[in-house]
């Protein structure tokens, strides 16, 4: 009689762990692998890894702009200007990053994210950058370069950087003076950008 109830025990806390085990299952794939901060964590992960596909499943890269002026500090790949030592690019690469809390609203999300870099000298400095987040209309997040490269300028370039883009940028102008019509509109969205350059 003993042995039987302990039987049944049994099953019913292996019961108990599998349905457990389901539900999480299910939360991680149709609550938690949804959110702003999910693609973030693939994304900085893939960046870090130099995994191009998933960079490339999670990035909007539209953006004239970076196209243009990110070879200015050697990073002829926009991902570079937010992730630091993407494909070996920069000066500095990411050694580690945190994901913090995203602020939702509807299609847009800005997640607070810790990068911990480190220079090839061997320097370290952390830096605070606010990823901004896209929701397509599939429902999939994507990382904004543009927006996420725009509003941290000052955060991301180190000062050799800024001060190499600002000579490129001003060099380009002078030679450009219609680009630079062109380009106003957009710099204003981006005050920090406009700062880094001194425009």
Known sequence: MKRRNQGKALVVVLLIALLGGLGYAGYVF?????TPEHALTRFLTAAKNNDEATVNELADRNSLFLNQFGSAIGANEPVALIFPGYQGMREES???????????????????????????????????????????EEGKWMVAVEQTAGNNALVLLTTKETTDLKKMVQSFLRQNPAAGAMLGPLLNQYPQIKQALGI
Do not use: P
Not at 94 to 99: A, C, I, K, L, Q
Not at 110 to 126: A, C, F, H, M, Y
């Open 30 to 34: 149709f609550v938690k692998a949804k």
């Open 94 to 136: 990411v050694d580690s990053f945190t994901v913090g809390q995203a602020k939702t609203e509807e299609h847009a999300s800005v997640v607070d994210t810790t990068l911990n870099l480190k220079s090839k000298s061997g320097e370290s400095r952390r830096i605070n950058v606010n990823y901004h987040m896209k929701k397509t």
